[in-house]
């Protein structure tokens, strides 16, 4: 299995892990998160974090954990394969009560992939190793633009009992890598939400 899929797999496992219950069904608070009655932190709180290599910036949600260093593997050819950003709403080994949410991307060359010419021919492993870890398609594959950058999306959904895992991955060529951004949440609502912080500069992609 390819770097990058395996950084995937590992991304399903350490958000998947059964939570033990809480005594509130809300979000579980970090300890320097505010109260819920206290007001939105400003914009300035949260960290953007920018990529000109690929031309292109996402802006983590404030309080979240970046776990980009520790899952990174140094031995690894940045030619290629790169894990670019892994966030999660909480730490991966934190007790919940709820789906912890996650972003994560990563780059890897296409030519790890024979035949791989356009970025829906990367679905096909992604959807394969996903499916294995008991998800299961939400929708059709699909093609979204962001900006005018174009990429193609894929959705998947897990049942886990009161609760529900969805994922989203968008995928895109750039540079002779393929670019691929998954989000984890509990809600169709909170991926879109998430996805909306991910930003393009003008360039094309190749």
């Given at each position: 299995m390819p770097r990058i899929l395996?950084?995937?797999?590992?991304l399903l496992?350490?958000?998947?892990?059964?939570?033990?219950?809480?005594a509130s069904s809300s979000k579980t608070k970090h300890p320097e998160q505010h109260d819920s009655r206290d007001k939105t932190p400003p914009t300035s709180a949260e960290t953007l974090y920018r990529n000109p290599e690929f031309a292109f910036a996402y802006k983590i949600p404030y309080a979240w954990v970046d776990?980009?260093?520790?899952?990174?593997?140094?031995?690894s050819?940045?030619?290629?394969?790169?894990?670019?950003?892994?966030?999660?709403?909480?730490p991966p080994e934190a007790i919940g009560d709820t789906v912890n949410s996650a972003v994560v991307?990563?780059?890897e060359s296409s030519a790890s992939y024979p035949g791989l010419k356009t970025a829906a021919d990367y679905l096909g492993p992604l959807t394969e190793l996903t499916t294995s870890k008991g998800f299961k398609s939400a929708a059709d594959p699909s093609e979204?633009?962001?900006g005018s950058t174009p990429l193609v999306r894929a959705d998947f959904a897990k049942d886990l009992g009161k609760l529900t895992m969805c994922q989203t991955s968008l995928v895109l060529l750039r540079k002779k890598f393929v670019l691929s951004f998954t989000f984890i949440a509990d809600s169709?609502?909170?991926?879109?939400?998430?996805?909306?912080?991910?930003?393009?500069?003008?360039?094309k992609p190749q």
């Amino acid at each position: 299995m390819p770097r990058i899929l395996r950084l995937t797999a590992l991304l399903l496992v350490v958000t998947s892990i059964p939570a033990a219950p809480q005594a509130s069904s809300s979000k579980t608070k970090h300890p320097e998160q505010h109260d819920s009655r206290d007001k939105t932190p400003p914009t300035s709180a949260e960290t953007l974090y920018r990529n000109p290599e690929f031309a292109f910036a996402y802006k983590i949600p404030y309080a979240w954990v970046d776990r980009t260093q520790q899952m990174q593997d140094d031995s690894s050819d940045p030619a290629k394969s790169r894990l670019l950003l892994a966030v999660f709403e909480r730490p991966p080994e934190a007790i919940g009560d709820t789906v912890n949410s996650a972003v994560v991307i990563t780059a890897e060359s296409s030519a790890s992939y024979p035949g791989l010419k356009t970025a829906a021919d990367y679905l096909g492993p992604l959807t394969e190793l996903t499916t294995s870890k008991g998800f299961k398609s939400a929708a059709d594959p699909s093609e979204i633009e962001i900006g005018s950058t174009p990429l193609v999306r894929a959705d998947f959904a897990k049942d886990l009992g009161k609760l529900t895992m969805c994922q989203t991955s968008l995928v895109l060529l750039r540079k002779k890598f393929v670019l691929s951004f998954t989000f984890i949440a509990d809600s169709e609502d909170q991926i879109d939400e998430l996805i909306e912080r991910l930003s393009f500069n003008s360039t094309k992609p190749q």
